[in-house]
């Protein structure tokens, strides 16, 4: 029995654990998987003592993904664009290789699940951080038209785009693509997908945009799940856009996490049903 975990702080309300478990009787894998809190101030130590228990790999989830990409002794090309690590796997000799299967399971869900394509879209992503920092480099492998960063902090969002035009691997794309930052104010062009990858849902806060920026039927894309994304998924229908929560992409990066340890794809979209009919 191989032993995963997510690592976090809070990490009770978790849904990793469910979800892995249902890939691993699904796929025939010997695995479990548990929810591990680590202190705010000592994140080092507690990875360390995961993989001292004889931890196979891990989850990372907030707000520690910089901090596990930093730890990580080899990196995976996209945890490399993103500066950050949600999956963590471990060798023999305690050695950590560092990967990013968020932006995978960010692009997968609204591609295969929602059904919409991204190549040749007008996208805004909404937000700098952690989360759009690890799903900027594959919207950007999905050929976009354009792909429009805004974010409350200005410097922070030319600082994303400014790391993603040194990739060699983006240099072209980012070219073609007109990857751009900009400040919220004055920004009312029209986008076929926005995306809220800011912690507005969480706070409780407003909307962070004009909803001028919606195109009509424009896919309104929530990274948050459940309750936390109403109050976007509200305003989206309100203004003639299709709401989606992050749900999928919280099964997605799950999946791709489980085919990077495993070697086995699992059937996430099967799991998905699954847990939206759980959650109604």
């Known amino acids: 029995m191989d032993h995963y975990g997510v690592l976090g702080n809070p990490v009770e309300h978790s849904k990793s654990p469910a979800i892995h478990a249902r890939f691993a009787e699904l796929t025939g894998q010997a695995m479990d998987y548990c929810k591990l809190l680590a202190p705010l101030d ?16 891990c989850n990372v989830t907030v707000p520690f993904k910089f901090e596990a990409f930093q730890l990580a002794g080899t990196a995976s090309e ?48 909404l937000g700098a951080g952690g ?3 690890g799903v900027l480099g594959p919207l950007l492998m999905a050929g976009p038209r354009r792909l429009v960063v805004t974010n409350r902090t200005h410097a922070k969002a030319l600082d994303l785009v400014a790391r993603h035009a040194k ?26 997908v926005v995306i809220n990858a800011t912690a507005s849902s969480l706070s409780g806060g407003a909307v962070p945009v004009d909803p001028r920026v919606l195109k009509p039927g424009a896919l ?7 309750a936390a994304a109403k109050a976007f998924s509200d305003w989206a229908l309100a203004h003639g856009a299709v709401p989606r929560d992050g749900l999928g992409m919280l099964v997605e990066q799950a999946a791709e996490s489980f085919a990077v340890w495993r070697g086995v794809r699992p059937p996430s979209a099967q799991v998905l049903q699954e847990m939206r009919e759980a959650l109604a």
């Open 78 to 125: 996209r945890a490399t664009l993103a500066q950050a690590a949600n999956t963590l796997s471990f060798g023999d000799a305690g050695q950590i290789a560092a990967d990013n299967t968020d932006g995978a399971g960010l692009v997968r869900d609204i591609q295969l699940n929602a059904g919409v394509s991204l190549a040749g879209r007008d996208i805004l992503m």
């Open 167 to 192: 990739h060699p691997s983006l240099h072209a794309m980012l070219q073609k693509t007109e990857l751009l930052a900009l400040e919220q104010q004055g920004l009312q062009a029209n986008f076929d």
């Open 42 to 57: 000592n994140f080092a130590q507690a990875l360390q003592q995961w993989i001292d228990s004889g931890g196979r790999g």
């Open 131 to 133: 989360a759009a920092a």
């Open 220 to 226: 309104a894309y929530d990274m948050m799940y459940g």
